[in-house]
C-alpha cells in the first residue's frame, strides 16, 4: 500500500501558501491582486471614519468599496480639496490668456474686488501668491474662519485683514486666500467658478458639478464646500496623474500640472510640501485634502489614482486620521502598483 504523505498545500494554510508563492515570484496576478486587496480591506476596515476608497493603477480600477457612508456614486463634500479645483482652473485661465501669467498682480486681474478697505499692499498680492497660499494676509481659516462666513462681504474683509508675512514668502493656510482667486477668476474670465469648473471639468469629463455655497456678493466659495461623486474624484484623480489628460482630451494643460506639483512652500502642520494647489508627499504622491479626509491623489511615477472619502463632520488631524491615511497611501495602495 502507497504511503500517504500530508500535501504541501495541505500543510499550510491558503493565505499563508498563497504567501509563499509570491515571495517565490510563482503567484498569478490574478492571485497577486487579491491578497493585496484583502490586506487593504483589512487596513480599511480598522479607520471607522473612511467612507470609501479608490485605487486605479493605469487604466485599471484595482479596488473601489464603500464599506460606510453614501457609497461611491454619491456626491460627497469635498471641503477643502475644491481647493486643487480653483488651482487646476487658474491653470486653465491661464492658459486660454484670461490671466497673463501667475505673477500678475490683484490690481491687474481683478481690481473691482480692492475696495477702500483693503489694507496696503493687498493690489500686489499675485496669482501664485493666492494659489500657493503664501498671500501674506492674516488667515481666515481655524478659528477666524466663523467670522470671516459671517461678514457681510467675504473678499472685503479678507482683503483688509493686516499683512502678517510678506506676500510670496510664507505659507498661511487660508480658505480666503483662495476665494479671493477664484474671486479674480470670475473676474477675469466674466464666467462663475460654478461655470468654468463645469466648461472645463464636467462637461468634458462628464463629471456632474452642483452648485454649491456663494458669498453675499454672489461669488461662488473657491475652497470649501463643493460637492463631487468618489468616482468623480477618482477622474480628476487619473487626470493630474495623466499630465491633465483624461480619455484622450488635454483637459488642464500639461505644463500647468508639471508646475503645479513642483514644491513652492511647505505645510508647517502637516510638513507637506506644497506647489499650485497640490500638497506633494515624501513618497510622491500628490494629494488635494479636505476636512474629515477627503483625499484626491495621485502618483504619477507609480501610475496610480486614488479617490478617499471620509466623515466630513469629524476631524482628520495630520498627526491623527489624515496620518493614518497618509500610512494607508504609502502602506497597502502603494504596494498596488
Not at 457612508?69 to 475644491?82: Q, R, V
Not at 484622450?248 to 514644491?263: H, L, T
Request: aromatic share 6%; proline share 6%.
Amino acid at each position: 500500500m502507497r504511503a500517504r504523505y500530508p500535501t504541501f498545500t495541505g500543510m499550510m494554510r491558503r493565505r499563508t501558501f498563497n504567501r509563499y508563492l509570491m515571495a517565490c515570484g510563482l503567484a498569478a496576478p490574478s492571485l497577486v491582486r487579491a491578497e493585496r486587496s484583502d490586506t487593504l480591506r483589512a487596513a480599511i476596515a480598522g479607520l471607522p471614519q473612511l467612507h470609501s476608497l479608490q485605487v486605479q493603477r493605469n487604466a485599471d480600477l484595482l479596488f473601489a468599496e464603500a464599506p460606510r457612508g453614501p457609497g461611491l456614486n454619491a456626491l460627497a463634500n469635498i471641503k477643502s480639496c475644491s481647493k486643487s479645483i480653483v488651482a487646476l482652473l487658474l491653470g486653465v485661465a491661464i492658459d486660454r490668456g484670461a490671466i497673463p501669467s501667475v505673477d500678475a498682480t490683484l490690481t491687474e486681474v481683478a481690481p473691482r474686488l480692492l475696495g477702500s478697505s483693503a489694507t496696503e499692499g493687498a493690489g500686489r498680492i499675485t496669482m501664485e501668491d493666492l494659489v500657493t497660499l503664501r498671500a501674506g494676509l492674516e488667515r481666515m481659516s481655524g478659528p477666524n474662519y466663523g467670522a470671516w462666513v459671517s461678514s457681510s462681504n467675504w473678499i472685503a474683509h479678507a482683503l483688509s485683514r493686516p499683512m502678517v508675512a510678506e506676500p510670496g514668502t510664507q505659507m498661511l493656510y487660508s480658505t480666503a486666500s483662495t476665494h479671493i482667486l477664484g474671486a479674480a477668476l470670475t473676474e477675469a474670465t466674466g464666467d462663475s467658478l460654478l461655470g468654468l469648473a463645469r466648461t472645463h471639468l464636467g462637461r468634458p469629463m462628464e463629471i456632474e458639478i452642483p452648485a454649491w455655497t456663494r458669498d453675499p456678493q454672489g461669488y461662488y466659495l473657491g475652497g470649501n464646500q463643493m460637492a463631487l461623486r468618489p468616482t468623480a474624484m477618482l477622474k480628476i484623480a487619473a487626470m493630474v496623474r495623466d499630465g491633465g489628460v483624461f480619455d484622450g482630451r488635454q483637459i488642464v494643460p500639461e505644463a500647468w500640472i508639471d508646475a503645479s506639483v513642483e514644491p513652492r512652500t511647505r505645510s508647517r502642520w502637516s510638513g507637506l510640501s506644497y506647489g499650485y494647489g497640490w500638497f506633494l508627499s515624501r513618497s510622491g504622491y500628490v494629494l488635494a485634502r479636505g476636512y474629515g479626509g477627503q483625499i484626491i491623489a495621485a502618483h504619477r511615477a507609480r501610475g496610480l489614482a486614488v479617490a478617499i472619502t471620509s466623515d466630513p463632520t469629524q476631524p482628520a488631524r495630520s498627526g491623527g486620521y489624515f496620518g493614518d491615511l497618509m500610512q494607508l497611501l504609502d502602506g497597502p495602495v502603494l504596494e498596488m502598483a
